[in-house]
C-alpha cells in the first residue's frame, strides 16, 4: 500500500529501537544492515532475548517519514524488521510498501503465526521473510508459507525431524531454505544440529548450520 506524502505522517508505529548492525543470524550473516525493532508479541517464549519489545512501555510511536529519516542516517539500503512480532503490527504492509517504494531491501523476522493479507500486492522480489517457528507445536501459518524464504529451526531439547520433514512444509522445503541454529551455541546443540543435518540429506535436502554470530562478536 503505498501513501500519497501527505498521508505519510498519518501511518505510526510502535517502535522500540532503530540500530545499525550486522546480520548475526540465517543466510545473509555478517552483513551490515539497519534494524527496526517494533513493538508487541503474540506469543510469550520463556528463552525471549527481548522481552522488552513486547513490555507496552519501551517505544516511541514514529511516523513513516520519522522512520526513513532515521534510517537514512545509516547510508544502508538493508533493512531487518523484527520484534517482538512484526506482524503483530496490523499496518505492517504500510510500512514495507514505504520502505520498498524508497528503494530498501526488506528482511523480516517472524515467528510464523500471524499473516497480513495486505502483503500479495507488495513486489514478493524485494522482501525475504525468515520464519523462525516455536516450540513445542512449531505452527506456520499457511498463508504465509508462500513468501518464506527461509525456515530457520532453533536446535534445542525439543527440536526433532519431524518438525522440520512435515507435510504442511514439503512443498515449501527446498535445497538451501533451511538454517539449524544450535541453542545459545551450545556444544550439544551442535552436535545435535549435525545429526538433524545428515537426517535432512536422507530426504534430499541440504541445509545450513549457522550459530548466532552476532553474540560471538559481542553485539545487538
Known amino acids: 500500500m503505498k501513501l500519497l506524502k501527505k498521508d505519510l505522517n498519518k501511518e505510526t508505529f510502535k517502535v522500540v529501537e532503530i540500530f545499525r548492525s550486522v546480520e548475526g543470524e540465517g543466510r545473509w550473516v555478517g552483513l551490515p544492515v539497519v534494524f527496526i525493532r517494533l513493538e508487541g508479541c503474540n506469543l510469550r517464549c520463556s528463552w525471549c532475548d527481548t522481552p522488552y519489545s513486547y513490555t507496552g512501555e519501551n517505544f516511541k510511536l514514529l511516523s513513516i517519514t520519522e522512520i526513513l529519516e532515521e534510517i537514512k542516517k545509516y547510508n544502508l539500503k538493508r533493512v531487518c524488521i523484527t520484534g517482538g512480532e512484526p506482524f503483530f503490527t496490523e499496518n505492517l504492509d504500510v510500512l514495507v510498501g514505504n520502505l520498498i517504494e524508497n528503494s530498501y531491501q526488506v528482511f523480516i523476522e517472524t515467528n510464523g503465526t500471524l499473516w497480513n493479507q495486505n502483503f500479495e500486492s507488495l513486489d514478493k522480489s524485494k522482501i525475504y521473510i525468515t520464519c523462525s517457528p516455536k516450540p513445542p507445536f512449531y505452527f506456520i501459518n499457511k ?13 534445542d531439547e525439543t527440536l526433532s525431524i519431524k518438525h ?29 544440529a549435525l545429526e538433524l543435518q545428515d537426517e535432512l540429506l536422507k530426504f534430499g535436502i541440504e541445509s545450513r548450520i549457522i550459530p548466532q554470530c552476532h553474540k560471538v562478536l559481542g553485539l545487538p
Open 164 to 192: 522440520i520433514i512435515r507435510p504442511d512444509l514439503i512443498e515449501y522445503i527446498k535445497n538451501d531454505t533451511i538454517v539449524l541454529q544450535p541453542e545459545s551455541n551450545k556444544p550439544e546443540m551442535v552436535k545435535k
Open 143 to 155: 498463508n504465509l508459507l508462500p513468501y518464506v524464504s527461509e525456515f530457520k529451526f532453533v536446535v
